[in-house]
């Protein structure tokens, strides 16, 4: 069969399991309750007004990178960021990547070494799994998500397996993007301190949301010195792009050498360089507390506003609230709802999360307003009162009683 037949099969398969993806354009009149712009940055004017003054005072900025950072795309100005982002997240040292993406893949495709062992939590981004496949690690775990206990147990039974000289990875994030969870890295900490590990932190989602002038949860609790690398990248709650490993000296150094995502990518361009500084001149401001502030407070609204049945609404305390709707089916067809009253939500379906915990995504953004909170409630709630939507989902082969009933098991 010639090849784009194959892969016209492949994607004919996915069509018939309703898993398709497809490229879409958001209503610019719609409200957005989707995107990781958690400050509102974005569209905020004060970042806008910087980030001009700031590119002024170039008189000819140049557009493009020109290469990757280890031909002609490094420069001055990002040797100087690299320093300033390292000194704000209290670390000997940062390293600016063209992406999360290249920065996760970069790390564990390279820094593990031969015969070492990676443990991850079972929710941790596909980057890093991407990365990991690439490792020399001999070993390769996961543990059950937040827990704790289990993660000890692996340790134990990894720790059997494995020369005592050889170092053991394990990786988490600090904010889980789709339940919106915070790892108890208090009791991480604790845990893997009798054995040889290296604990990785991915502060993707609490980057500019958490911590002192939005330093991220490592900083928050203190753990600087007890988590040996930290992601933080530029392209959710800071609208920019781009992200930067946080480190020992030396393993900055280490990553320049065999980083492949750094060495073979064209770096990012300058202007790109220049959003990063003013998002963090703006985040650490006055400016970044009352955004986060705002933040909270509506995050406070939504959580003790919207009326569902128990545990339909997963707990989190971050911009980041899920509706479990299991079903794929429930998933899209309760996004498309909130999408017509105006307001831009994505549904996530399985294999992006397990089986039986799809659900709608609402991410809460600073500059939203309270009304528009309260509005998006009442379209929600409306949706699971209404007695035509009802019979509607009754008609499938999953109904919205059974939906109920697995929601309020999970």
């Given at each position: 069969m010639p090849l784009l037949d194959q892969l016209d099969a492949t994607l004919e398969k996915r069509k018939k399991l309703k898993l398709l993806r497809s490229l879409v354009v958001a209503s610019p009149s719609s409200v957005d309750f989707s995107s990781n712009d958690f400050l509102g940055l974005a569209r905020n004017k004060v970042l806008q007004e910087s980030y001009l003054k700031e590119i002024s005072t170039f008189p000819i900025p140049p557009l493009g990178s020109t290469g990757s950072r280890l031909l002609?795309?490094?420069?001055?100005?990002?040797?100087?960021?690299?320093?300033?982002?390292?000194?704000?997240?209290?670390?000997?040292?940062?390293?600016?990547?063209?992406?999360?993406?290249?920065?996760?893949?970069?790390?564990?495709?390279?820094?593990?070494?031969?015969?070492?062992?990676?443990?991850?939590?079972?929710?941790?981004?596909?980057?890093?799994?991407?990365?990991?496949?690439?490792?020399?690690?001999?070993?390769?775990?996961?543990?059950?998500?937040?827990?704790?206990?289990?993660?000890?147990?692996?340790?134990?039974?990894?720790?059997?397996?494995?020369?005592?000289?050889?170092?053991?990875?394990?990786?988490?994030?600090?904010?889980?993007?789709?339940?919106?969870?915070?790892?108890?890295?208090?009791?991480?900490?604790?845990?893997?301190?009798?054995?040889?590990?290296?604990?990785?932190?991915?502060?993707?989602?609490?980057?500019?949301?958490?911590?002192?002038?939005?330093r991220g949860i490592v900083c928050e609790l203190g753990l600087e010195r007890k988590v040996f690398a930290r992601l933080h990248t530029f392209g959710k709650a800071l609208a920019s792009n781009g992200a930067a490993i946080l480190g020992p000296k030396i393993l900055r150094t280490y990553l320049i050498n065999y980083a492949r995502p750094l060495i073979f990518s064209t770096f990012l361009p300058f202007n790109s360089l220049i959003a990063i500084n003013c998002a963090y001149k703006v985040m650490s401001s006055e400016v970044g507390d009352q955004l986060r502030q705002n933040l909270r407070k509506l995050i406070h609204i939504f959580r003790s506003n919207i009326n569902l049945p128990s545990n339909m609404l997963l707990p989190s305390d971050s911009a980041i609230q899920s509706i479990l709707t299991p079903g794929n089916d429930n998933a899209v067809r309760l996004?498309?709802?909130?999408?017509?009253?105006?307001?831009?939500?994505?549904?996530?379906?399985?294999?992006?999360?397990?089986?039986?915990?799809?659900?709608?995504?609402?991410?809460?953004?600073?500059?939203?307003?309270?009304?528009?909170?309260?509005?998006?409630?009442?379209?929600?709630?409306?949706?699971?009162?209404?007695?035509?939507?009802?019979?509607?989902?009754?008609n499938d082969n999953d109904t919205f009683t059974n939906n109920y009933q697995i929601a309020s098991k999970l």
């Open positions: 002609d795309g490094n420069s001055s100005y990002v040797e100087a960021l690299d320093k300033f982002i390292a000194e704000f997240h209290k670390a000997e040292s940062a390293l600016i990547f063209p992406s999360g993406f290249d920065a996760n893949v970069g790390f564990f495709s390279s820094v593990p070494q031969r015969g070492d062992a990676i443990i991850m939590d079972e929710f941790i981004h596909a980057s890093v799994h991407d990365g990991v496949k690439n490792s020399r690690a001999a070993i390769v775990k996961k543990f059950r998500h937040n827990d704790v206990d289990h993660l000890k147990e692996t340790l134990e039974e990894i720790v059997k397996k494995i020369d005592p000289q050889r170092n053991i990875f394990v990786s988490v994030e600090s904010l889980y993007s789709m339940d919106g969870d915070i790892a108890p890295l208090n009791d991480i900490v604790e845990v893997i301190k009798p054995f040889n590990t290296y604990l990785i932190v991915d502060e993707a989602h609490a980057t500019g949301v958490y911590g002192e002038q939005g996004s498309r709802v909130i999408q017509k009253s105006g307001y831009n939500v994505k549904p996530i379906r399985s294999p992006t999360v397990p089986n039986g915990k799809e659900r709608v995504r609402i991410c809460i953004h600073s500059d939203n307003t309270e009304e528009q909170i309260h509005g998006i409630i009442n379209v929600i709630e409306n949706y699971f009162k209404n007695q035509h939507v009802t019979n509607e989902m009754n």
